[in-house]
C-alpha cells in the first residue's frame, strides 16, 4: 500500500502522494494524480480544487492507490477512468479500441468544411474503434447519414454504446474489412484513421505498443498496407467526385499522394496537425463512381 492505513488522508494529501508516486512514470504526474483522485471520489477537478481538506475514506483511498499503480505501469489515464473526450464528446474507451487523438480531430474539421450543414450527405468511417469520428461528424451534421465499420466486434459494441449514450441515431454500423463492410451504395466521403506505423518503428512508444490494440496501430509494407487498401477499395464504393480522406504519419505523406495519383485520385491535398507535422491527405476520385 501506499499510505499508512491507520492515517486518514485529505484530498491535498493524497494529490501530494500522487503527484510523487507518478513522478518518474509520468510527463503530467499532478495532472493525472487529480485526474484519477477525480476518478476514485467521481468529484470534477474544480471539486479537487476547492475542497483541499476534504478526508477521503478508506473505499476512495484504495481506488486511489490502485489506479496509481496501474498508471505507474505505464496504462493509459483513459483505460484507467474508462473515457476520453473528443470534439467535446465524452466518449467511452476500453483496451478494445485505440485511444482517440487530439489530431484526428482533423479528419473531422476537414470532412465538415467539405460540405454544407443543410444538405444530406452520406459519409464512411472505415476503422471507427470508439466511433470518436463518425460520432463527431454526426453530432455536427444531423441531416447526414454516417456508416460506421471496423473488423473487431469488441470495438464496435463500444462505439454503438456511445453512440447510443449520446443519443445520435444517424450513425450506423457494421463489421468487416475495410470497404467491405460498407453497403451497396455511393458516398460522399470515406474517411480514415487506418493502421500506419511500420512494424519495428522506434518512434511507437512502448506505453502505447503495451496497453493499445496493436491491429489498430501496426500495418504491414511500412506502414502502408492498409492505406492502400483503402485508398484501392474505396474507388468501388464513392460516387463520382467523393472524397477520401486519410490519417497517415507524418513522414508517409509523399508515399501516399503517390499512391492516390496513380490510382486515379485528384485534387489532393494535405494538411498539418496542431504540432505542424502532415497527417491528414484529401484527395477526390474523378473516374466513374457508383450511383447512389
Known amino acids: 500500500m501506499l499510505h499508512n ?3 486518514s488522508q485529505t484530498i491535498a494529501c493524497a494529490l501530494q502522494k500522487g503527484n510523487q508516486v507518478l513522478a518518474h512514470s509520468s ?9 484519477l483522485l477525480g476518478h476514485s471520489l467521481q468529484a470534477t477537478r474544480s471539486y479537487l480544487h476547492a475542497w483541499p481538506e476534504k478526508v477521503l475514506s478508506e473505499t476512495q483511498e484504495d481506488s486511489f492507490e490502485q489506479l496509481l ?4 505501469q505505464g496504462e493509459p489515464i483513459a483505460y484507467l477512468v474508462g473515457y476520453k473526450e473528443f470534439w467535446s464528446l465524452k466518449l467511452k474507451v476500453t483496451p478494445a479500441v485505440l485511444i482517440p487523438r487530439d489530431e484526428t480531430e482533423l479528419l473531422v474539421e476537414r470532412v465538415l468544411e467539405l460540405f454544407a450543414a443543410e444538405t444530406p450527405r452520406v459519409i464512411a468511417d472505415l476503422g471507427t474503434g470508439s466511433g470518436a469520428i463518425a460520432l463527431a461528424i454526426a453530432k455536427e451534421r444531423p441531416l447526414w447519414q454516417i456508416f460506421a465499420t471496423d473488423l473487431s466486434k469488441d470495438a464496435l459494441d463500444v462505439a454503438q454504446e456511445n453512440a447510443k449514450r449520446l443519443g445520435l441515431a444517424n450513425v450506423f454500423f457494421s463489421q468487416g474489412f475495410w470497404c467491405n463492410a460498407l453497403p451497396r451504395q455511393g458516398f460522399d466521403a470515406i474517411i480514415s484513421n487506418p493502421p500506419y506505423i511500420a512494424e519495428g518503428d522506434r518512434e511507437l512508444e512502448q506505453q502505447v505498443a503495451d496497453f493499445e490494440p496493436l491491429m489498430a496501430l501496426i500495418a504491414q509494407k511500412e506502414g502502408l498496407q492498409d492505406i492502400q487498401q483503402i485508398l484501392r477499395e474505396a474507388r468501388g464504393s464513392l460516387k463520382s467526385g467523393g472524397y477520401l480522406l486519410l490519417e497517415h504519419g507524418y513522414q508517409q505523406a509523399k508515399a501516399v499522394q503517390d499512391q492516390l495519383s496513380q490510382a486515379g485520385y485528384e485534387q489532393i491535398g494535405l494538411y498539418q496537425d496542431l504540432a505542424g507535422l502532415d497527417r491528414v491527405t484529401v484527395s477526390r476520385f474523378a473516374g466513374h463512381g457508383i450511383a447512389s
Not at 510527463?27 to 485526474?35: V, Y
Not at 499503480?69 to 505507474?72: E, I, N, Y
Request: charged content about 30%.
Open 27 to 35: 510527463a503530467s504526474p499532478r495532472l493525472d494524480a487529480e485526474i
Open 5 to 7: 492505513a491507520q492515517v
Open 69 to 72: 499503480v496501474r498508471r505507474s
